[in-house]
């Protein structure tokens, strides 16, 4: 339902630590109000997050020097998450991983 991409191009240029994207997929699989199949990006694809000029890749090729930055780029499938039939269900699902994802234990 939710690829995430982080730069997995070729060469790569990772945006988000392993343990942070791990945390992230594992939130959304685990919210109470919709179960949300989450993975990573295929290395290279176009949902990889790895294009040099989107805003993924901001802090790490522009070089602002923000080491503490990490950036996602998710990618939600259209049929039963951004349908209108499905829309106001998702965004509560999404918004339930992110604030479990920020500050555990606060979705549930």
């Known amino acids: 339902h939710v690829v995430l991409g982080i730069g997995q191009g070729n060469p790569g240029v990772s ?3 392993e343990e942070v994207v791990e945390r992230l997929i ?13 993975a990573l990006a295929k290395k290279k694809s176009n949902y990889s997050g790895s294009h040099r ?3 993924n890749q901001l802090f790490v ?6 080491s503490k930055v990490q950036s996602l780029q998710l990618e939600i499938k259209y049929t039963g998450f951004r349908d209108p039939g499905s829309i106001k269900t998702s965004a509560g699902a999404i918004s339930a991983a992110l604030a479990d994802f920020i500050a555990p234990g606060s979705s549930q």
């Open 26 to 38: 594992r939130c959304m699989k685990e919210n109470p109000i919709k179960r949300i199949n989450a």
């Open 53 to 55: 000029n989107i805003m």
């Open 61 to 66: 090729r522009k070089g602002y020097g923000h």
């Open 15 to 17: 945006t988000a630590d």
